[in-house]
C-alpha cells in the first residue's frame, strides 16, 4: 500500500507554513528527495506519508502568508488562492492508492 498526496494541496500546504523541501525533510526525517517525491504525486510509503502529514502538523500555518506574498505574477495561482486551496483540503487526508 502506498499514499499519493494532491500536488496542488501539497504546495498550499508548505506555502501556508513558509516551509520549503528541505524544512518538511529536517522536520520529517525523511531525504529532501523523498519530499520533491510526495510533492509532485509521486507514491509514497505508508510511514513516510505519516511523517510528513505529521511535520505538517506540528508546524502552524501563517494566518497572514497570503497578504505577505501577494499574488503571482506568472500566471500560476496567487497566493491567497493557494492558501484557500489549503484551508479547504485541512480536513481532508491523503488518499491511498491501491
Known amino acids: ?10 504546495a498550499a500546504a508548505l ?3 513558509g516551509l520549503g523541501h528541505a524544512d518538511v525533510a529536517r522536520l ?7 519530499v520533491a517525491a510526495a510533492a509532485s504525486g ?15 502538523a506540528k508546524t502552524p500555518e501563517l ?5 505577505l506574498v501577494g499574488p503571482a505574477t506568472n500566471g500560476e495561482a496567487t497566493a491567497p488562492q493557494a492558501v484557500a486551496s489549503h484551508m479547504e483540503a ?3 487526508r491523503a488518499a491511498p492508492r491501491a
Do not use: K
Open 90 to 92: 485541512l480536513s481532508a
Open 28 to 34: 520529517a526525517g525523511i531525504a529532501t528527495s523523498t
Open 15 to 17: 506555502l501556508a507554513r
Open 1 to 10: 500500500m502506498s499514499f499519493a498526496f494532491d500536488r496542488d494541496r501539497f
Open 42 to 56: 509521486r507514491p509514497v510509503a505508508p510511514g513516510t506519508a505519516r511523517r510528513l502529514a505529521a511535520a505538517l
Open 63 to 67: 494566518e497572514l502568508m497570503a497578504t
